[in-house]
């Protein structure tokens, strides 16, 4: 086997990895928010922000969209189209913001501004995307969601977001160290 073709296998059993522990995340780590408990935490995002770092945003929008799927099809059945598309795009806009940043300031410095300016894209995205999913997907009159978005649904964004940013900040650096050696990024 060429060296190529080496990386590419372990590159591509590595996500799989990963998708398997984001999944695996969703399943067994799910808490309430308590103002509004149809909003729950859970650290899938973690492995797809690892990734993001690792091998770049495009890798991480990937992987985004993979986990997404199964993650929808599977442990999150119940939020149905609407759940994938907006974890597709919330989690998407945090990859891109903060793998971009990353890739080009690959520093303690560069990362947590990295891990900022993701949970900042991702918080801000969801305004939005709740403003035309919810009224879309539920019913309920964007007047309705709208007063929501302040009290609950931006801190929700900010805590889910920046706790995962967090995690991931603690755990890249001794992780990059185990990619650089066996997987050879």
Known sequence: MQKNQQITVKKITTLGVMAALSIALAFFIHI???PAPFLEYDPADIPIFIVSFVFGPWWGIALTVIVSLLQ??????????HGILMHIFATSAFVLVSGVVYKYNKSFFGSV???AL???TQALIMIPLNLIFI???NGTP????LEMILPIILPFNFMKAGINAVVTGLLFKHLEKVAKKYIMI
């Open 135 to 137: 009224p879309l997907f």
């Open 118 to 120: 993701g949970c900042l």
């Open 32 to 34: 309430p928010f308590p």
């Open 72 to 81: 929808g099809l599977t442990v999150s059945a119940g939020s149905g189209i």
């Open 113 to 115: 501004m990295a891990l």
């Open 142 to 145: 964007v007047a309705a969601v």
